[in-house]
Structures are given as structure tokens and as C-alpha cells.
């Protein structure tokens, strides 16, 4: 009886060796498998076989079945996987359950849907029977174009339809073919000189790996070069991979895909999908044109594919902060270049890693300074000195006469502040007690609407006490400001004003092209919100932003604080004046004399990434040294300290490789459980990678145990 090794989703760093019965037939690489594991049963990759086992034979189990109702990973996939496995040291069987929708991952019989019906070769040259009037209309109707089931339901057709499917003549398919006659790219619009001038310098790169860093101010176009793009590599029968970081840049985005492409298949990936439209949007993926997703859409299946984007490249949601804790943006490129297929990233602010590598030569950096729309201007920036001008509910004067001035030339506003809930914390002013969150060193948030106490770490909820629990104070009050407090406040100030808030707790995927309309037929006047308004947006009837409270990022420990806070200002100023009416952006802090203020004021990403640079090369900081992050989480710090140092002990001594002492996390404690980290450093990735490859395997001989500890290569967060 074969062999075969098939890869599961264990914390283990192996394969696992099965037999496969002859009455299963084959299992090729990539295949889903059903098989014993311990007491139960799991689904997993079938790699290929294996020539001998050092598992003795009355030892092997049997494969219980081979899951022919879904498609193979293909290999491509499998070497992607691969590569995350090496590069990030993690289980190759949990990187590759990982990279399917979950309802694939259940060993339940599954069928997918197929929503169309389409004619087939027979049906075209058919002739139905002469009193079959039904089925012959359901036919010339489907020679015209695809009939959607929902549609042939409605008008109860779907006994002719199934006659038709019977005689060979029509069949159920997933996605509809597009139509050889029908136009399938809209007109663009006219290209400005700078978007003609990158143009000139991409499509020729089509069609080979190479990496495009295109730095482009917000409202510069950067949409429609990537549009122009699509629609060459579509032109050539290839497919286009489209990432973005944020679930809720993806309805926007694919309305104006579908209108660019009216006649193409474009499909959606993300997690904000049922589990079933998930399922039955990763086994269409194969099959589209054009596939627009989040971080995990990476691993999609596309054996066509000609081309990558990634938009907001620099975006911290590209990089998964749990689990495999990969960068979305980098496997992009390691799958580019595995393909031989250009990648093409996109910013307003680049990170400072791709734009280093832009600066080396290593990338090509394309620059678009001008907005896209002619008459349009980049927004004048103010800053409110909050030593000199007082605070009422967290708004300053100039603040509230420019949002009055701007509501009554009935133009809209947004006022940014990235913090949901009501208010930080509760506090007593008898005792000073803060609303501590038992299980985390956080404090509760104060959510007045659903009259709880949230924490945003492990997500424990509980009631708003009615007293303080340490002296019995009945006079507890909220603590700062949050967006929930923030449209309070507004909304008493300026009665007539029409606002909206735009949050974690207000929005879900299918409301952003509600407030889409909302804005742009003119039925908000303000918006408040945290970052998930920071970028994508374009309304264009926008020319006021006021930024609020974002000082704490000016002394943060982490490095990177202020490149992320240069990077989100300026996408929020960004949403000001896109059109044809000058924007204004009103940011108020307690430091005017900061350097990121200047280079703010001036728009002037490229000085500040200079400066930056500068810093973190004279500090030997990323993107001038390459870090790997040991995390331990254990019931006690003192614990989890210990494993790290024990840890540092078994260290290989490499001369290139630095290895700093263990400290307790800046967020010590999280659902129970102390935090501890060790950096390793090193001004090589091959020899910081050869340094964690002898490594991982001691820590697992570490005791005692943990209860969790994980790597992190090229960590963003600390």
C-alpha cells in the first residue's frame, strides 16, 4: 500500500506519513485529505508520497478519503507556503489550512453553488420541440447573456431550466463568461501628464517580476494608474490580484472596479464574508478576472495571474499580529517574483522600508505630486496650539467657527479622532479610581450607548457600576473622550448639523456603500471617526478635516510611532478638498515646534522619510537591521522572563547577530496572561535567519513550559 506524507494543522514542525488505499485512488500534491489523528479526525494536504516511514508499519493509519469535492492547492501555492514557512518558521501544515476559507478546512461534503445559467456549445445549434415554448424562450434568452437563478426563480422558469441542463444545453456555472461582443473596460478618463509619464515607465514592466513603488500624494490618481494597469494584463488573458488593508475599503473600491470593467468577473475575498460566500468566492477565484481582497487573499488560487497591487502598502493591517504573523505586502512580492509577475505598491506615505528600497534602486519609484483632478489643490494645514488656546469637551474654538463656517457654505467636514467608545475610562474624582480591566494592565472603556465597560484588549464586557467599587462614590464620570462622546458634543453645538460616526461599533462591510451614498447625495454634514476613515475615501464636497488628540504618539517608546503618525495625518488631511473647492485640515496639539509638524504643513513625505532615515541609520533601526521578536505569555511575568532568558541561553554566538535582555512587554498583561519579549537583531537577514533556523528547534525543549510563546520576524509592533 503507497504511502504519502501529508501536512497537518499542528504546532509541530513535521509531516505526517499515511497510507492511502488503493480503492482512494491518488492523492497528487496539494490534494485535501481526511485522516486519523490521535482520537479524532482532521483535514489535511497531501505532498506527495513517501518512499519509506520511520514509523514502524503496524504504526501507519490509513487516509479515510480523499476530498475530490474540492480543487488541489495548486503548486505554486505550495511553494508559497514554502516560503512562509522558512522565512517566518512556522508549521508548514498550519500555513496551509490556514490559506483556506474555513468552511474548506471541514471534512463535511461540500458543494458549491452555481448561480448562472450559461448555454453550452450543444444549446447554441439547438432545437427544441415544437409545443416547448418555454424552454426554447429560457434558450434564445440565454444565447443573449447568462440568466441568474435568482432571476429564472423568480420568473418560474427553473423546470425549463433544468430540462435545458438535462439535454446538454445549458449548464450551472459559478461564474458568468463574459460576452466577446460587449465592451469590457468603460472609457477612462482623460490621464494627466504625471499619470501618461508613470504609464510610460510600467506597461513596459508587464509581463516580468519586478518591484514599483508608486509614491503618489492622496487625490494624485494612483487608482487609475492601477485601473490602466489591470486593463493591460486583462487585455493579455491574465489576472489581476488587488490587496487592500481594510475590509472597509472594499465595497468603494469594488464599485469602481465594476464600473471601470463592467464586463469582467471580479470577486472579493475577506473575512467580513459568510463563511459559505467565503468558501464559494476562493473556489471562484481561479475562474475571475479580477480578485480584490485583504491580507489572506495572497494565497488565493490564480493560475492566470499577471500582475499584483498592493494599495496603502505602508498599512499596518498588511502584517497578521497573531498565528502566522506574516506581511502580506512581503509574501506579495516573494509570490511576484516566484511567478515572474511585476507587483506594484502604492502610498501617499510609503513605508520607510519600501521607500529605502526605492532610494537603493532596488524598487522603482514612480512620484505623483499633483492631484489628479485639475482645479483640485492639496489642503492648507493649521495648527491649534493647545498651550495658548483652551479645550471645551476636547474641541478649541477655531475648531468649532471653521466646522460653523464650513456647515453653512453647506460643505461637509470630518472630524478625526481614533478612539471609539464614549470616553477612555471611567473615573472617581473622590478616590481617583480608573475602571481597571481585571484581566489586562488596560483600562475599561466606557461605551455610554450600551451602557457597558468594554476592554478593546481581551474583550471583556460588564456593566457600568453604579457606584465606585473602592469608596462608593455614586458620582463616577467618564474620563477623556472618545467618537461616541465626541457626536455628543457636536451634535449640542450644532443642532442642524447632520452627523454621522464612522467606528468599529457603527459600521459593518455592507454600510460603507450606504454611507457612500449618504455622503455623496449630500445627506451628512460632518463625519466623526477613527482611522477607518484615514484613507480610500473620496468624497468629493469634503473640505474640512480637524484632527484631534494625537499627541501621544509624539513620546512613544516605539520607534516607529511617528513615521505611523506622519502617515495618518497625512491620509486624514487627504480627505479635505479633493475636488474643486479648496480644503483646509486643523490639527490640534500641544507641540507646534515638532519637526513632523513642519514637514506636515509642506506635504512633504519625501523630507520627512529622509529624516527618518537618517535617524534610524545612525541607530542601526529597520529598515538598516532586521529584527525577530521571541514573545512569551505565562500566568506569572516572572515566568514568562525565565523562558526568555532560558531562551537567550541556547542562543547560537553569531558575530553579526545581536541578542538584547528579556523585558516585560509595553502591554504587560492581556487576558490573564503576563507578556514578556526578547529582540534578536542583526544587520543581515541571512544570517539572523540561519541564526533563528538553529535556534527554534531548542525552544521547544525549554521547561517548563510556557503557556504560549511565538516568533515574530520583522515584527511592527512591540
Avoid at 510610460?200 to 509614491?215: M, N, Q, R, T, Y
Avoid at 491574465?238 to 464586463?263: G, K, S
Avoid at 542601526?620 to 532560558?646: C, G, H, I, N
Amino acid at each position: 500500500m503507497p504511502l504519502i506524507q501529508v501536512a497537518l494543522d499542528t504546532p509541530l514542525y513535521r509531516l505526517f506519513d499515511y497510507r492511502l488505499p488503493e480503492e482512494l485512488g491518488t492523492a497528487r500534491p496539494g490534494s485535501l485529505v481526511e485522516v486519523p489523528f490521535g482520537r479524532t479526525r482532521q483535514v489535511g494536504i497531501a505532498l506527495g508520497p513517501a518512499a519509506d516511514s520511520a514509523i514502524a508499519a503496524d504504526k501507519l493509519r490509513d487516509v479515510i478519503r480523499v476530498l475530490d469535492d474540492r480543487p488541489a492547492l495548486s503548486p505554486d501555492i505550495l511553494r508559497l507556503a514554502q516560503f512562509c514557512a522558512d522565512y517566518y518558521h512556522y508549521p508548514l501544515g498550519a500555513i496551509l489550512l490556514a490559506t483556506l476559507p474555513p468552511r474548506l478546512r471541514n471534512a463535511a461534503p461540500f458543494v458549491a453553488d452555481t448561480p448562472w445559467l450559461v448555454v453550452t456549445d450543444g444549446g447554441r445549434s439547438a432545437e427544441p420541440a415544437a409545443r416547448a415554448h418555454a424552454q426554447r424562450a429560457l434558450l434564445d434568452a440565454l444565447r443573449e447573456a447568462p440568466q441568474p437563478r435568482d432571476t429564472i426563480r423568480a420568473q418560474k422558469q427553473s423546470r425549463h431550466a433544468a430540462a435545458l441542463v438535462t439535454a446538454g444545453w445549458a449548464a450551472w456555472v459559478r461564474l458568468p463568461p463574459v460576452s466577446g461582443d460587449s465592451p469590457r473596460t468603460a472609457t477612462p478618463p482623460p490621464a494627466t501628464a504625471e499619470q501618461q509619464t508613470a504609464l510610460e515607465s510600467l506597461l513596459p514592466a508587464l509581463g516580468k517580476f519586478g518591484v514599483h513603488l508608486i509614491h503618489g500624494v492622496t487625490g494624485s490618481g494612483k487608482t487609475e494608474l492601477y485601473l490602466r494597469l489591470i486593463d493591460a494584463v486583462l487585455a493579455d488573458g491574465r489576472q489581476t490580484l488587488v490587496l487592500i488593508p481594510e475590509i472597509a475599503l472594499t465595497p468603494q473600491l469594488e464599485q469602481h472596479f465594476r464600473r471601470r470593467f463592467p464586463r469582467r468577473r471580479i470577486v472579493t475575498l475577506h473575512s467580513g464574508l459568510a463563511e459559505k460566500d467565503r468558501a464559494e468566492n476562493w473556489l471562484a477565484a481561479p475562474d475571475c478576472d479580477v480578485l480584490l481582497g485583504t491580507r489572506l487573499s495572497v494565497f488565493a488560487p490564480l493560475p492566470r495571474l499577471g500582475l499584483i497591487v498592493v494599495d496603502e502598502e505602508h498599512d499596518a493591517s498588511f502584517k497578521q499580529q497573531d498565528s502566522l504573523r506574516y506581511s502580506a505586502r512581503d509574501v506579495a512580492i516573494a509570490r511576484a517574483k516566484q511567478r515572474n509577475v511585476p507587483v506594484v505598491l502604492g502610498s501617499a506615505t510609503p513605508s520607510l522600508e519600501s521607500y529605502a528600497h526605492a532610494l537603493a534602486g532596488r524598487y522603482q519609484l514612480i512620484e505623483l505630486q499633483q492631484r489628479a483632478i485639475s482645479q483640485a489643490r492639496l489642503p492648507t494645514i493649521e495648527l491649534v496650539d493647545l498651550k495658548h488656546i483652551p479645550v471645551d469637551n476636547g474641541l478649541t474654538r477655531p475648531v468649532l467657527q471653521a466646522l460653523g463656517e464650513t456647515l453653512a457654505r453647506g460643505e461637509q467636514s470630518l472630524v478625526f479622532l481614533n478612539r471609539r467608545g464614549y470616553a477612555p475610562a471611567l473615573y472617581c474624582p473622590s478616590c481617583a479610581w480608573v475602571s481597571p480591566c481585571p484581566r489586562c494592565s488596560a483600562r475599561l472603556v466606557l461605551h455610554r450607548s450600551a451602557r457597558r465597560l468594554k476592554c478593546h484588549h481581551c474583550g471583556l464586557e460588564t456593566r457600568i457600576p453604579a457606584e465606585c467599587p473602592d469608596c462608593g462614590n455614586p458620582d463616577l464620570k467618564p474620563l477623556g473622550q472618545g467618537t461616541q462622546r465626541l457626536e455628543e458634543t457636536l451634535a449640542a453645538l450644532l443642532p442642524a448639523a447632520r452627523i454621522r460616526r464612522i467606528d468599529r461599533d457603527t459600521m459593518r462591510p455592507r454600510a460603507w456603500a450606504e454611507l457612500g451614498e449618504a455622503v455623496h447625495g449630500g445627506a451628512v454634514d460632518i463625519l466623526v471617526g477613527t482611522q477607518m476613515l484615514a484613507k480610500g475615501h473620496d468624497f468629493p464636497n469634503m473640505t474640512l478635516a480637524l484632527i484631534l488628540d494625537t499627541d501621544g504618539a509624539l513620546y512613544s517608546p516605539d520607534f516607529r510611532a511617528t513615521e505611523r503618525l506622519f502617515a495618518q495625518l497625512m491620509q486624514v488631511a487627504g480627505r479635505a478638498g479633493r475636488a474643486d473647492k479648496p480644503g483646509r485640515v486643523l490639527i490640534q496639539t500641544a507641540f507646534p515646534d515638532h519637526p513632523l509638524f513642519r514637514y506636515l504643513q509642506r506635504h512633504d513625505y519625501a523630507g520627512y522619510a529622509r529624516a527618518l532615515l537618517a535617524e534610524r541609520k545612525q541607530l542601526d533601526l529597520p529598515p538598516f537591521s532586521r529584527q525577530v521578536l521571541l514573545r512569551a505569555e505565562a500566568p506569572t511575568m516572572d515566568a514568562a522572563l525565565a523562558f526568555l532568558q532560558r531562551a537567550a541561553a541556547l542562543a547560537p554566538e553569531l558575530a553579526d547577530v545581536s541578542v538584547f535582555a528579556a523585558t516585560p512587554a509595553p502591554m504587560a498583561r492581556v487576558a490573564n496572561l503576563e507578556r514578556a519579549q526578547l529582540l534578536i537583531q542583526s544587520a543581515q537577514r541571512q544570517a539572523l535567519q540561519a541564526f533563528v533556523r538553529d535556534w527554534r528547534p531548542q525552544l521547544d525543549t525549554i521547561r517548563p513550559r510556557v503557556a504560549r510563546w511565538s516568533l515574530d520576524v520583522d515584527p511592527l509592533v512591540f
